[in-house]
Structure formats: structure tokens, C-alpha cells
């Protein structure tokens, strides 16, 4: 049986995880689509530049790959809960201080795994999918006259992802991994003029709300090469999606006196087709040189608005890893701690008034293991910058400090397969 004072403590986490990292960055190009889409996975991977599509380990989680989970340790299983502070730096558009910079940190991701059997492994999880926070001043024209009101847009919210990844051990060699999903949330926008005198005249609200299920099929695929070196190589497919999408829209005047309300209306987003693939070489398995490339498919959606269209994106990223590994009293063997380096850069799918965005960026990681708590720490830095090559579209230099916390225990008191 499961014991459910741990199974209480899983749950928990996984509901602290939903109230908490609502929060967010923010971030102008947010209010493009349905937000950002998180282009990190949070996990202990993250000072690889990301590169974890073909890792895998015996006693963390790899929320990038559903088919790494069969190589988590048997008798154990493995909570997890990641944050992240961001720090953005804004340059062009003509902004000066102080409304150049920005910064906040949030709960980014919590999880659970544990092995079924001998050849299942399995993950619950909560992480973002998207986020939006915006809030910006524009002058606009009132029509028939040479008089101007500023305009005021904000809004937040985001598409959140609750999953159950399941891997399973085809061969000493394959595994192969299916990620369930649904994504579910909720964007609210307000508009808003304001006179030269700085009051209110006119506000609109919008209400936009997102959901569907969602799938993620992926591989993991191990070879030895000679007495030293492994070599793994990882996939992940996800098909296009269309997410079911909700629209209210509400006028309010100065007073909040509710002029207009328009009916619900249904319509779609598409989430584009994404291809994840990569390779690590593994030299006495404590060494790894891995490489990444992300593939998102958004030129067949088609999806474009004023002064924007969304394109076809690519992301490559490469990672160093060395993991000290010991053994405790009992003769298992843990990891003392790992140094991580990597690398990242590519073309965003945003392209603004004709011009591409690029995301680009370096990182580093460390992470300890107690093994006689059994918790493990782990931290990361990336420095990167997203950018136009256009010197008047607005720029991004940002810093990311990640942080994930484990904590393991026996499952069972015996291993036991049925």
C-alpha cells in the first residue's frame, strides 16, 4: 500500500504549486497570442541550457522526457518543487529609468514520481504552459479630430499545464514515454483611455478563457560505445493542438458603470506541432556532452495580428555536465554534487513589424545531494538577451536565478512488482 501521509504531502504540494506561481515577469511581448510559452523546464537540467531531452537519472525527475522515467530508482519516490527569480533589463522603444527594468519570482514547477514496476515509470506534474503580464502607454488618435487620449493596456494570466507522464522500458536499450496533459487558464485584458488631465474616461475589460487536452509522445534510446562512453539519444512529438477558446467583453465609463456587455463567443487557438530531439555522450557515467534542438511549427497556424505574425521557431542548446557520485553506508551509490555549463540560442517564433526576435544566452548549475535527509538542492543561473536586430523594437537582457528542491523517500519498505 501507499502511504498516505506521503501521498498527503505529494497532493499538497502540487495545490501550493497552483496558488503560487500565478505570478509573473513582465514581459511587453506577453501580450502577443496567449503569453510567452515557457521555454525552460525548471528541472535540474536547467544550467545545461536546457538541454535535458536526453537525460535521464536515478533519483530526479526529467519533466522534458516521459520516457526517462523507467531509470528512476525502484524503491523511491521523488518529490520536486522549482522557483525562479527574473530580472529584465529593457532597451529601445525609448524607455529610460526607472521604467526599464523589472524583476519577481514565482513558483515555476511541482512534481511527484515514482517507479510502478520494473518497467513503468510514472510523474504527476504542475507547471505553467504560457504567462502574460503587460502593461504599456500608447497615444491614440480620437477619430475626426487632431486630439489624442493615451491608452492604457494591461493584462495577465496565462495557460497552466497539470500532467501524468508515463515511461515504460521497451529493451535494455529503448523507452519509450507518453506525457498526458491539460491545459487549462484564463488571460484578462483591460484597455483603457485617459485624458490629459490623467482620468479615466473609458475602460474595456476582456476575459479570455483557454483550455484542452494535450499530448507529448516521446523516446529515449541508450547504447554503449566501448568500455567508457554511452549514448543517449532523446525525442519528444507533440501533434497541433487546438485549444477551446472563450471571449468576453465588457465597456465600462469612469464611474465603473457597466455600459456593454457582449455574448460569450467561442472560437480556437492552435498550439503548433513541436519537435524536441538530441543526443548526450556519457563517458564513465559521470561525464555528459549533450546537444538540443527545439522545433515549433507555428508558420501552418497562420495566426497573426496588427503589426505581428507568428513563424516557425528554433532553438538550439548545449550542455556540460560532471556529476561526483559516492557511495553511503549501505553501499548505494548518490550523487555529491554536479557542476553544470551550457549554451543557448535561436529564432523566437514572434516577428514584429517584419523583423525576427532571437533568444539567446548562457548558464551554469550546481546541485547537492543529503543523502542522509534525503534532499537535494540544486541552483542555476542564465544570463541571456532577446532581441531584434531592428534598433527600434523593444529589446530584452534578462537574468534568471533557478532554484529546485527534492526530497526522496522509500516507497515501499520492500520493493515489490506485481
Not at 44 to 59: C, E, I, K, Q
Not at 204 to 229: F, M, P
Not at 362 to 379: E, H, N, R, V
Amino acid at each position: 500500500m501507499f502511504p498516505l501521509n506521503k501521498i498527503s504531502l505529494c497532493i499538497s504540494g502540487l495545490f501550493f504549486c497552483s496558488v503560487v506561481y500565478a505570478q509573473n515577469n513582465t514581459s511587453p511581448y506577453s501580450s502577443l497570442g496567449i503569453g510567452d510559452v515557457e521555454t525552460s523546464w525548471n528541472n535540474r537540467y536547467t544550467g545545461m541550457g536546457n538541454a535535458a531531452v536526453a537525460m535521464s537519472d536515478r533519483l530526479s525527475i526529467n519533466n522534458a522526457n516521459a520516457a526517462s522515467l523507467p531509470e528512476l530508482a525502484d524503491k523511491y519516490f521523488i518529490m520536486e518543487l522549482s522557483g525562479r527569480w527574473k530580472g529584465i533589463s529593457y532597451q529601445g522603444a525609448g524607455l529610460t529609468a526607472p521604467y526599464n527594468s523589472t524583476a519577481d519570482i514565482a513558483i515555476k514547477r511541482a512534481n511527484i514520481g515514482f517507479k510502478i514496476n520494473k518497467l513503468w515509470g510514472s510523474s504527476v506534474g504542475l507547471q505553467p504552459f504560457t504567462t502574460a503580464n503587460y502593461s504599456y502607454k500608447a497615444l491614440k488618435n480620437i477619430e475626426g479630430t487632431d486630439s489624442y487620449l493615451s491608452q492604457v493596456s494591461e493584462g495577465s494570466g496565462g495557460v497552466n499545464q497539470f500532467y501524468w507522464a508515463n515511461g515504460v522500458r521497451l529493451n535494455k536499450h529503448t523507452s519509450l514515454g507518453l506525457t498526458t496533459s491539460f491545459l487549462f487558464g484564463s488571460l484578462a485584458q483591460t484597455e483603457s483611455l485617459v485624458d490629459n488631465e490623467g482620468t479615466t474616461s473609458l475602460y474595456t475589460k476582456k476575459n479570455v478563457y483557454l483550455r484542452n487536452y494535450y499530448l507529448n509522445a516521446s523516446l529515449q534510446d541508450k547504447r554503449k560505445l566501448g568500455d567508457h562512453w554511452t549514448s543517449v539519444i532523446g525525442v519528444t512529438y507533440s501533434p497541433q493542438t487546438s485549444l477551446l477558446k472563450e471571449t468576453t467583453d465588457q465597456l465600462y465609463n469612469s464611474s465603473d458603470v457597466l455600459l456593454k456587455e457582449s455574448a460569450l463567443t467561442n472560437d480556437r487557438f492552435k498550439l503548433p506541432t513541436m519537435l524536441n530531439t538530441g543526443i548526450a555522450f556519457i563517458s564513465r557515467n559521470q561525464t555528459t556532452y549533450t546537444i538540443n534542438n527545439n522545433y515549433q511549427n507555428w508558420s501552418d497556424i497562420n495566426y497573426k495580428g496588427v503589426g505581428y505574425h507568428l513563424v516557425n521557431s528554433s532553438k538550439w542548446s548545449v550542455g556540460y555536465q560532471h556529476s561526483r557520485k559516492a557511495k553511503n553506508y549501505f553501499g548505494e551509490t548518490f550523487e555529491q554534487h554536479v557542476v553544470q555549463l551550457g549554451a543557448y540560442g535561436g529564432k523566437t517564433y514572434l516577428q514584429v513589424d517584419g523583423h525576427a526576435l532571437y533568444d539567446y544566452g548562457i548558464s551554469a548549475g550546481y546541485g547537492k545531494t543529503l543523502p542522509q535527509s534525503g534532499l537535494g538542492i540544486y541552483g542555476a543561473i542564465e544570463v541571456g538577451k532577446r532581441k531584434s536586430n531592428e534598433l527600434n523594437l523593444l529589446n530584452e537582457t534578462y537574468l534568471n536565478i533557478n532554484f529546485t528542491f527534492s526530497y526522496r523517500s522509500v516507497w515501499f519498505k520492500k520493493t515489490k512488482y506485481y
